[in-house]
C-alpha cells in the first residue's frame, strides 16, 4: 500500500478518535455540572491520569474544581498541561472574583519555565507578581527583563528586589528613569554603601553622587595607585 495512503489513513484514525474522545469529554462535563458524582470522578480520572496529554488537556479545560485545578498546574508532567491549568484557574477566578486563589496556587509552583511564562505573560499584575516572587525563579536575566519592561511598576519592583546580581543593578539604577533611585538604594545596601540625601532630581548630580559611592566601596588597595616596576 502507499506510505502516503497510510499515513493518511492512520492521520483519520486520529481525528476520529479525537472527536470520540471530545464527544465523551463534553458528555461527562454536562453531566458533572448537573451534579453526576460518577461523572465527575470520571472526567477527573481523565485529566489526571490518561496517558494522552492531548486528552488530558481536552478534560482540563473542562474541569470546574479550583484545588484539583492546583494540584494539576503544579504535579502534571507536561507543560502544556500546566498552563492550561493555571489558565483556567485565572478564567475562573476572574468570574468569581477570587484572584487570591489564582495567586496562591502560583506561588506554589515548582516549574521554573512555567513561572517563568506567568511572569512575562499573564494578564493580572497580582498574579505576574505572585510568580515573580516564587522562590522557584530565581532566571536573573529573566527578572532583569521584567524588571525592566514590565508595565506594572509593583512587579518590577518585585523583580528588582530578586536581583543578586550588582552589574544589572546598576545598569538599572543609572539607566531607568522610574526605577534609578529604588533600585540604587538596593544596590547600596547589597554593596554596604552609605546612604546619601538625594533630593535634588538633577540626574548629573544623582550620577556623580552614585558614582562617588561606588567608588568608596571598592576595597582601598584597588584604588592605590599601581607603581609598575
Known sequence: MNR????????????????DDASKIDELATECDTGNTEACKELTDIATKSDDKLVRGM???????????????????DFQIQKEAIKKISDIAMEVKDINFVTRAVEKLKNKELLAYIAKNNESSDIRVAAVKNPNLTDQSLLANIAKNDKDINVCMWAIDKISDLAVLAKIALEDVNLGNYTFFKLSTQ??????????????VLLINKCILAFNSIPTKYKEPQILT
Do not use: H, Y
Open 4 to 19: 502516503w495512503l497510510i499515513l493518511f489513513c492512520a492521520f483519520l484514525v486520529f481525528v476520529f478518535a479525537c472527536r
Open 59 to 77: 478534560a482540563v479545560k473542562k474541569l470546574g474544581d479550583l484545588s484539583l485545578l492546583a494540584t494539576i498546574a503544579e504535579r502534571d508532567k
Open 191 to 204: 554593596v554596604q554603601m552609605p546612604r546619601v540625601n538625594i533630593e535634588n532630581k538633577d540626574w548629573r
